[in-house]
T-cell receptor
Framework: DAGITQSPRHKVTETGTPVTLRCHQT?????MYWYRQDPGHGLRLIHYSYGVKDTDKGEVSDGYSVSRSKTEDFLLTLESATSSQTSVYFC????????????FGSGTQLSVL | GENVEQHPSTLSVQEGDSAVIKCTYSDSASNYFPWYKQELGKRPQLIIDIRSNVGEKKDQRIAVTLNKTAKHFSLHITETQPEDSAVYFCAGDTGRRALTFGSGTRLQVQP
């Protein structure tokens, strides 16, 4: 599983509440990513990080923020969750020598009611 | 940025037949094109990839072809088996160490 874990695995929350998803890796990879998966849209990049405190936006970054204070942890925060953010969220890391090869975590199913 | 289109969205084949999934991309600077397989309820997993300096790559029953001039690439699965049933995603690199994915193809292999 490339040493990547996501928590929680499932979460149900209410509209307007803040939510934080955690991605943890054990192999000291530099690059980490957050994608969301929705039917008919494939996997869409939310944010990614290329080092501690170095992050950049993806194609669907509105309503999301990220933080990376340690190499091993990449947090995704929904400041005020909306129903349109109901989705499956996948964290990914890229391998050392081939930065483009992504390895995904098990995903977090988030439901915003 | 990169835009990747994938078709068909669903594909049903008989066991033993071949399956072909096609993708097109927009950014001529892209040079890395992986394919991921996602079984129901599981994470996407890399099954094969190709770089722009190669026209074809094979790994047992799966192969990927790339036409840089036309900006399209394809996944070929031969002698399909029921365990090949899954959703397949193509992707292209964005030049920022991130991937843009196609919308996915649901492959159903009928026994």
């Amino acid at each position: 599983d490339a040493g990547i874990t996501q928590s929680p695995r499932h979460k149900v929350t209410e509209t307007g509440t803040p939510v934080t998803l955690r991605c943890h890796q054990t192999e000291n990879h530099r690059y980490m990513y957050w994608y969301r998966q929705d039917p008919g849209h494939g996997l869409r990049l939310i944010h990614y990080s290329y080092g501690v405190k170095d992050t950049d936006k993806g194609e669907v970054s509105d309503g999301y923020s990220v933080s990376r204070s340690k190499t091993e942890d990449f947090l995704l925060t929904l400041e005020s969750a909306t129903s349109s953010q109901t989705s499956v969220y996948f964290c990914a890391i890229s391998s050392g020598t081939d930065n483009e090869k992504l390895f995904f975590g098990s995903g977090t199913q988030l439901s915003v009611l | 940025g990169e835009n990747v289109e994938q078709h068909p969205s669903t594909l049903s084949v008989q066991e033993g037949d071949s399956a072909v999934i096609k993708c097109t991309y927009s950014d001529s600077a892209s040079n890395y094109f992986p394919w991921y397989k996602q079984e129901l309820g599981k994470r996407p997993q890399l099954i094969i990839d190709i770089r722009s300096n190669v026209g074809e790559k094979k790994d047992q029953r799966i192969a990927v072809t790339l036409n840089k001039t036309a900006k399209h690439f394809s996944l070929h699965i031969t002698e399909t088996q029921p365990e090949d049933s899954a959703v397949y995603f193509c992707a292209g690199d964005t030049g920022r160490r991130a991937l843009t994915f196609g919308s996915g193809t649901r492959l159903q292999v009928q026994p």
